[in-house]
């Protein structure tokens, strides 16, 4: 199972310190994919005993771009249709009278909340809908918001959960600790990320007016103000987003926001490190280190004094998750006591890629080399020693968690071997999935399909296909010179591809595309302003705009036989 784009063609103007790796960003793609099918025979080497793979590991190799391309076409329909399953699965089990889904299928079926149902399961259904079904979109995706808002808003935009049987709230009483928390993980683990793809939508609406309300209510008093919670998870989560909103609305209020809670742990005595007796590296508390290296990472471009502050306390944060937060590969501890270095739980973290994006962030604003050395060493690791780990008991979201990071974390570290990994254990997720489209049958099965369509994007390189059709197949891979594309269909089909664009700048106008937390990477991205080559086989040429190809290049597909396509940037 080979998918992904060329190893090593990442489209990244920054130059890096040289690693310990090869360079793979100067081969050829056809260099690159034999590269690619001895990293996977080495992966079936590893999991199997089979010697005899590392002998015949160049055969089969592409003749070019387009036969890759063809193969990641493949691994992309695979995705994207095992999403179409999983949303039509789980509608089946919607309320008939509000249509909202309910938290859970087993136990649990009788509301919708923010924190799950609202915040892993919903925002994903949109998402599969917009890449495959413009009406389930435009549609029922839409009326869902529309209903949650109007039902689920409990104290301004603050949401609490919804009974359907009493048609009324689930808990008789408001409690704002709890309507905090729900709408914080609305707003981080679902809405941020539809914003980061969509842009201005209803959903961004519904996200910023949960978080004006979040803090709004502030109730916790601190020496530098109030802040909206003392639970580290939402306090993380509230630096995510609220330093992003920073960037997106250009008011310096939520800037200060974000550094009231960074003072809180950095600079008082609520250090995560140097004070606290337990750090959650794992869901549910890994959002801290995000948290503050994101609003560290927006102090370094935005308040230079704050970033002087916060520098030796994050930095001595890290030093300490290196020293005693990891195992002898990099990876990450489920809970450790830091002042210790006592290890509270020694499975390892599904989120090891959350908190490394974290340490990457910091590398590329302050050049500290050891970060990305300790993103390297656990990205290294996993091909030959975690391919067959039980991510939370080989739970579906826990494959999913592990395989989103490795995603993000390779778009800027093409780590060798990381990508025949990354197939692997998409295919283990994948093949979790019931026949009825359900996946476990909780609100995690969102995190399912925000993997799977992550693993989609990057074998289509950030491409997408309107009206999208399940027997329709486009895979891509970067060339030296722009990209290549492979389209096929089983039956006629007319329809546009859509180019990607670099989202962080178009969107959230971030100041640089720094790892994040559920991001869906940029890959091959056009530049709206600049001019493209657009050849069909050996023969039409089109010359367009990167502002036509984000909008929509039509082409038909006439019978079964791949088209193959390529994008050449203009020289100016």
Not at 95 to 118: F, H, M, Q, V
Not at 187 to 205: N, V
Not at 395 to 409: F, M
Not at 461 to 490: F, K, M, N, Y
């Amino acid at each position: 199972m080979i998918g992904g784009g060329c190893e090593g063609v990442i489209l990244r103007s920054k130059e890096r310190p040289a690693s310990g790796f090869p360079d793979e960003r100067s081969l050829t793609c056809e260099m690159q994919y034999t590269v690619k099918i001895m990293n996977r025979a080495l992966l079936l080497f590893l999991a199997c005993g089979w010697a005899a793979n590392l002998v015949v590991a160049g055969e089969g190799a592409a003749s070019n771009c387009f036969e890759q391309a063809t193969m990641n076409a493949a691994q992309a329909q695979s995705a994207l249709t095992a999403c179409q399953r999983y949303v039509h699965g789980w509608l089946r089990h919607a309320d008939p009278e509000t249509g909202l889904i309910p938290r859970n299928l087993e136990s649990d079926r009788d509301y919708w909340n923010g924190k799950d149902a609202a915040a892993d399961n919903y925002p994903f259904m949109v998402l599969t809908a917009w890449l495959t079904e413009r009406p389930l979109f435009d549609g029922r995706m839409r009326e869902m918001l529309a209903t949650e808002t109007r039902l689920t808003s409990r104290l301004d935009n603050l949401v609490d959960a919804y009974s359907f049987t009493k048609r009324s709230w689930h808990y008789d009483e408001p409690e704002l600790d709890r309507m905090i928390f729900e709408s914080s993980e609305y707003s981080k683990d679902g809405l941020m990320p539809l914003t980061e793809w969509l842009g201005p939508s209803a959903w961004s609406d519904r996200m910023m007016g949960m978080i004006d309300s979040i803090w709004k209510h502030a109730r916790v008093q601190t020496a530098n103000g109030l802040i909206p919670s003392d639970n580290v998870e939402v306090n993380g989560e509230m630096m995510q987003v609220t330093s992003r909103v920073y960037w997106m609305t250009g008011e310096r209020r939520y800037l200060e926001e974000a550094c009231r809670l960074a003072d809180y742990f950095l600079l008082g005595d609520k250090h995560p490190t140097r004070d606290a007796r337990e750090l959650k590296l794992r869901d549910h508390g890994c959002e801290l280190i995000s948290g503050l290296t994101e609003v560290y990472v927006a102090c370094r471009f935005a308040w230079t004094e704050k970033a002087a502050a916060y520098r030796e306390p994050l930095h001595a944060l890290l030093d300490r998750v290196l020293e005693v937060g990891v195992n002898e590969h990099g990876l990450m501890f489920n809970r450790v006591n830091p002042r210790t270095g006592e290890v509270l739980d020694s499975g390892l973290s599904d989120s090891w890629g959350y908190n490394y994006n974290g340490f990457y962030a910091v590398y590329l604003v302050d050049g500290e080399e050891k970060y990305r050395q300790a993103v390297l060493r656990a990205m290294g690791s996993l091909p030959e020693h975690y391919l067959q780990y039980r991510w939370e008991g080989s739970s579906a979201d826990g494959i999913a968690d592990a395989v989103e990071g490795a995603i993000n974390l390779f778009n800027r570290e093409p780590v060798p071997g990381v990508a025949g990994w990354i197939d692997h254990n998409l295919e283990r997720m994948l093949k979790i999935q019931r026949p009825d489209g359900v996946v476990e049958g909780w609100h995690g099965d969102g995190n399912f399909a925000r993997t799977a369509i992550m693993y989609a994007l990057w074998n289509q390189q950030g491409v997408t296909i309107q009206p999208w059709r399940a027997d329709v197949r486009l895979g891509a891979v970067p060339s030296e010179e722009g990209i290549c594309l492979s389209l096929a269909a089983d039956k006629p089909w007319r329809g546009r591809l859509a180019f990607d664009v670099p989202r962080h700048r178009k969107y959230t106008n971030l100041p640089l595309d720094y790892p994040r937390i559920n991001q869906f990477p940029e890959w091959f991205v056009v530049d709206e302003e600049a001019r493209y080559e657009v050849r069909v086989g050996d023969g039409h040429v089109e010359m367009l705009t990167g502002m036509e190809l984000s909008q929509g290049w039509s082409i038909e597909l006439k019978n079964s036989q791949p088209v193959q396509i390529s994008v050449l940037k203009i020289a100016d």
